[in-house]
């Protein structure tokens, strides 16, 4: 493991989970240190004075003065590195990084590296879950749970499996993943990026010396430009080929496959949907350059259920089914739970959804197709409700005022065999202090109305 230099001086740019991490490690360390938040009065100040009473503190605007003596900035993902006063900082010299380059550069293991719009928690866990069933230690985190030098406390490690935002990737530099991989890429963020382009390259950051690459076929934006030599594997909801994992049917019914080799009945994946075929696939992958005995793989798709807020089964009443997707958060990912689902219905039966929130800036043209296809009515609320109707051309849609109310109509709506789907395509926070918090205010509203 590295060591940190002597002469190393760190500001350490806002205090969220990442931030608060960073400074947990320097501290440890014997570092030298700064904090900085852009908030003047960040959350728990109070209890933050007394962990790190000889350390400089600057709330409030970036200055000059916040960066003084500063050789390196470690960037918590929240904050935007276009801030004036980081630009400056660079332009003298300081290196930009952020809490990913300083784990890779302490780590001994192997690292998978997942990131995409959508999908990437349930990768990320499910790849965690193989190698535990492997036998190896493993730590999973990085965008989801653990803050990854939380998972430097001394206990050993076999493998690392990362699961990374764009916003993560922007400052990581010296990732030189085990293996690497974009699952797709649809719009999201775009009130932080200039557009998708910009969006689309700070994803493929995650390629950045990777050993070998992952892409998925179904989705062109996911290819990666590589060095000559670096093994580049796939996977897609078709036929495979070589070094791509996919699907084969026969008489016996539909396969995931490697090239012509069948592995496992598709029946026999415990999540639901087809969008969960596919992450079934990608993990698949992964674990495969990442060295992990396929029969282990298998026996987790076999018992895995998916994870909270992810199209998650939360009930059946009078024979409708409620399913929380609050991580739903962009159109991709709503897109994703429609077409993993709908396929699914018995036939006449059809999707009531409950939409809206913050879209960030994204289009909702891409939501029509697939309502005109499995949706029966659209409840929206929140601050983008009125732009998603818009993009509906005509479809039925209805406005509520609040979750409690979505979930009280779809039921006056939903007949038996229908599926009723919170999926925002928006982000929680015009209305919650999270997408968890928006989830488990469905699954409570959906209780009420069970017990009625």
Known sequence: ???????????????????????????????????????????????????????????????????????HILLSPGVCQMDPAIQRAV???????????????????????????????TVTTLVGEMAKAAGLNVAVGGNLGTPVLDMLDGSPIDLCVLELSSFQ????????????????????????????????????????????????????????????????????????????????????????????????????IRMPGRHNVANALSALALGKLAGLPLEPMLATLRVFPGLEHRCQWVAEKEGVTYYNDSKGTNVGATVAALVGLGPE??????????????????????????????????????????????????QPVSHVASLEAAVALACQLAEPGDVVLLSPACSSLDMFTSYGARGDAFVAAVAAVAAL
């Open 91 to 121: 332009a003298r010299g300081v290196k930009l990084s952020g809490d990913i380059d300083l784990f890779c550069q302490q780590v001994d293991a192997p690292i998978v590296a997942i990131t995409g719009s959508n999908a990437k928690s």
């Open 345 to 394: 219905l018995p036939a006449g039966n059809n999707i009531i959804l409950i939409a809206g929130g913050d879209g960030k800036g994204a289009e909702f043209d891409e939501l029509l197709a697939p309502i005109q296809r499995y949706v029966g009515h659209t409840l929206l609320l929140g601050k983008d409700a009125t732009r998603i109707e818009a993009a509906l051309s005509g």
């Open 1 to 71: 493991m590295g060591l940190i230099a002597s002469d190393t001086r760190y500001v350490v740019i806002g205090l969220g989970i990442t931030g608060l991490s960073c400074a947990r490690y320097l501290q440890k360390r014997g570092a030298a240190f700064a904090l900085a938040d852009t908030r003047e009065a960040p959350p728990n100040l109070e209890a933050l004075r007394a962990d790190y009473p000889n350390v400089a503190l600057h709330l409030g605007p970036l200055t000059d003065q916040t960066f003084a003596g500063a050789t």
């Open 169 to 268: 990737l922007e400052t990581t530099n010296d990732l030189r993943a085990k293996v690497a991989t974009v699952l797709n890429v649809s719009p999201d963020h775009l009130d932080r990026y200039s557009g998708m382009q910009a969006y689309h390259q700070a994803k493929h950051r995650v390629f950045r010396g990777c050993e070998n690459a992952v892409e998925n076929r179904d989705d062109i934006l996911t290819h990666p430009l590589l060095p000559m030599g670096v093994p580049l594997w796939g996977y897609r909801l078709g036929t495979p080929e070589p070094q791509v994992f996919g699907l084969i049917e026969d008489d016996a019914g539909e396969w995931l496959a490697l090239g012509t080799d069948k592995l496992m009945p598709v029946a026999e």
